[in-house]
């Protein structure tokens, strides 16, 4: 079995790789051919573990990511199987499938919504995950100038954001930065929201993927009031693990505004073009499919490379050094 690490998936997946994977596993999902497993977490003594899988039989595996959070810090695997025969094929380091798939599945979920011209993007945090979205929604869209607000980026990081890029980034108030903004990023550790939806433009796009947790939100129930609806990537995830939906009140997010991811990418082809759904949100918690299709990707693409079957032993020997 074969131990797949960080530098491996950065050298045979791409943002677009993810892109194009996660939306073929979302649309097997929404026709029936894939299956979730929801996120367990368990705790002591401040010691959590968490685990969360996916069934793909569309891609040939079958997986799940276990990861253990230690003062507020992260370690992510992920072990795949293959669905033909049962067999474990590899263990992942996921720190950068993680990084890859949050962004990813933002973009697809922004293609139908967000206006094609898209030209400046307000980003509330300038972590691992809010330069990742830059980066790809800067690829996606034309973005022309990030307005960024994070209380505690240096100016080495916005200067490196600008390059990442290629694009101007503006430090600015969430007033200014929302206000201007045609596609707006949460991607911060906030507890309560981080703007107030009367500066949104009419038709804003939101994607908001910083909190997981029923207790801590970053959008208000004026965003989620306004709002033509909000896209999730699986309800029974969303409705119990996010807070930005489980603290709304009735009135500003009702049933049947929430819709999945699933079902917003196979909009009939006489549904209304990008732009003209007014303000769209995107609520993420990150899900077992994204993970485990994203590392079923760079499986089979580094077995590709060895020049094996998808689904046969590797070789010890295509182990990247640590």
């Known amino acids: 079995m074969l131990h797949i690490t960080d530098e491996l998936i950065d050298r045979h997946v791409t943002a677009e790789d993810a892109q194009a994977t996660l939306r073929e596993s979302f649309l097997a999902f929404g026709r029936g051919d894939a299956a ?74 922004a293609k139908p919504f967000a206006i094609p011209g898209s030209a400046t993007l307000a980003l509330f945090g300038a972590g691992t995950q809010g330069q990742q979205h830059a980066i790809q929604l800067s690829c996606a869209f034309p973005i022309k100038q990030i307005l960024l607000h994070d209380p505690y980026v240096s100016a080495e990081a916005v200067e490196a954001l600008a390059i990442a890029c290629d694009v101007p980034v503006h430090i600015a108030t969430p007033q200014a930065a929302v206000e201007q903004a045609d596609i707006v990023v949460t991607a911060s550790r906030s507890t309560s929201p981080l703007f107030n939806g009367d500066w949104l433009k009419p038709n804003a796009f939101v994607a908001a993927i910083g909190s997981s947790l029923p207790t801590t939100r970053e959008l208000d129930d004026t965003t989620l009031s306004r709002a033509s609806r909000v896209v999730v990537e699986w309800k029974p995830q969303a409705t119990s693990e996010a807070g930005d939906i489980i603290l709304a009140a009735k009135a500003a997010l009702p049933d049947e505004k929430l819709i999945e991811l699933a079902e917003a990418l196979a909009m009939p082809p006489d549904a209304p073009a990008p732009g003209h759904h007014g303000i769209v949100v995107y609520k993420s918690v990150g899900v077992g499919l994204e993970d485990v299709a994203i590392a079923g990707l760079a499986y089979q693409r580094i077995a590709g490379s060895a020049g094996l079957s998808a689904h046969a032993p590797l070789r010890e020997d295509l182990h990247a050094p640590r």
């Open 36 to 109: 979730m497993q929801a996120r367990v977490r368990t705790q002591a003594n401040g010691v959590k573990l968490s685990t969360l899988g996916a069934v793909i039989p569309t891609q040939n595996v079958v997986g799940a990511k276990v990861y253990t959070t230690i003062s507020g810090q992260f370690s992510f695997v992920i072990v795949l199987f293959s669905a033909l025969n049962g067999k474990p094929l590899a263990v992942l380091d996921a720190n950068a499938i993680t990084r890859l798939r949050t962004a990813a599945c933002s973009v697809i979920a």
